[in-house]
T-cell receptor, first 114, second 113 residues
Framework: DTAVSQTPKYLVTQMGNDKSIKCEQN?????MYWYKQDSKKFLKIMFS???????INETVPNRFSPKSPDKAHLNLHINSLELGDSAVYFC?????????????FGQGTRLTVV | AQSVTQPDIHITVSEGASLELRCNYS??????LFWYVQSPGQGLQLLLK??????LVQGIKGFEAEFKRSQSSFNLRKPSVHWSDAAEYFC???????????FGTGTRLTIIP
C-alpha cells in the first residue's frame, strides 16, 4: 500500500479556475506538508500541519488554502489559478518529535495551467 | 535561518566510476541532514539521514554520506555508479522543533556508458 498518496497525478486546467489536490497518508504520522517544485526543480515548503493545526505558512498567496479534515489527510485548494502556479506539488508526512524526523513524500501532482 | 547549498547543478560520470555530490548547510545548532533522490516523474525517496552519532552514514543503493561539522558539509558518495543512479539528488536540512525541511537546489546526475 502506498504510504503517501496524492490525487490526481496530473491536472491540466485553465487560468481562473479553482482546483483541489488531495493527499492521504497511512503511516500514522502527525505532521503533513505541501511542497512546491518549480520548473527548475527547486523544492519549497508551502504549508505544514500538525494534528490538523497549521504550523507553517511560508508566505503563500491566500489563493492557496490547505485543509486538514483529520491528521491523515491534507488537501490543497487553489482559487483563481494563474500561469505561475504551474508546478509539481508534493505532499509529505513525518512523525513529530524524537521518534523520527524523515519525511515521506507522495508521487507528486503535476499542475499545468493554460 | 537554515539553508542548503548544492554547488553542482549537473554532474556527468561514467558507469562504474565513483561519485561525490556536494552539500553545504547553514544552521545554528546541530542539524538533521538528509539526501533524497528523485527519478524522472517520481516523488522523492530517502537515501540516507544523519541525526547524531557516527558521522559516516550508510544508506540504500550503496550510497554513503559523511557529516563534517567543521566544514558544514554532508557530501554524498558512491564508489561505483550504475546507470540506474541517473536522477536528481537533493540535500536537505531539518531540525527538531520547527519541523521544517529546507532543500538544496538539487544536482542532476547523468551516467554515461
Amino acid at each position: 500500500d502506498t504510504a503517501v498518496s496524492q490525487t490526481p497525478k496530473y491536472l491540466v486546467t485553465q487560468m481562473g479556475n479553482d482546483k483541489s489536490i488531495k493527499c492521504e497518508q497511512n503511516l500514522g504520522h502527525d505532521t503533513m506538508y505541501w511542497y512546491k517544485q518549480d520548473s527548475k526543480k527547486f523544492l519549497k515548503i508551502m504549508f505544514s500541519y500538525n494534528n490538523k493545526e497549521l504550523i507553517i505558512n511560508e508566505t503563500v498567496p491566500n489563493r492557496f488554502s490547505p485543509k486538514s479534515p483529520d491528521k491523515a489527510h491534507l488537501n490543497l485548494h487553489i482559487n483563481s489559478l494563474e500561469l505561475g502556479d504551474s508546478a509539481v506539488y508534493f505532499c509529505a508526512s513525518k512523525d513529530r518529535g524524537l521518534r523520527g524526523t524523515e519525511a515521506f513524500f507522495g508521487q507528486g501532482t503535476r499542475l499545468t495551467v493554460v | 535561518a537554515q539553508s542548503v547549498t548544492q554547488p553542482d547543478i549537473h554532474i556527468t560520470v561514467s558507469e562504474g566510476a565513483s561519485l561525490e555530490l556536494r552539500c553545504n548547510y547553514s544552521y545554528g545548532a546541530t542539524p538533521y541532514l538528509f539526501w533524497y533522490v528523485q527519478s524522472p516523474g517520481q516523488g522523492l525517496q530517502l537515501l540516507l539521514k544523519y541525526f547524531s552519532g557516527d558521522t559516516l552514514v550508510q544508506g540504500i543503493k550503496g550510497f554513503e554520506a559523511e557529516f563534517k561539522r567543521s566544514q558544514s558539509s554532508f557530501n554524498l558518495r558512491k564508489p561505483s555508479v550504475h546507470w540506474s543512479d541517473a536522477a536528481e539528488y537533493f540535500c536537505a536540512v531539518g531540525n527538531f522543533g520547527n519541523e521544517k525541511l529546507t532543500f538544496g537546489t538539487g544536482t542532476r546526475l547523468t551516467i554515461i556508458p
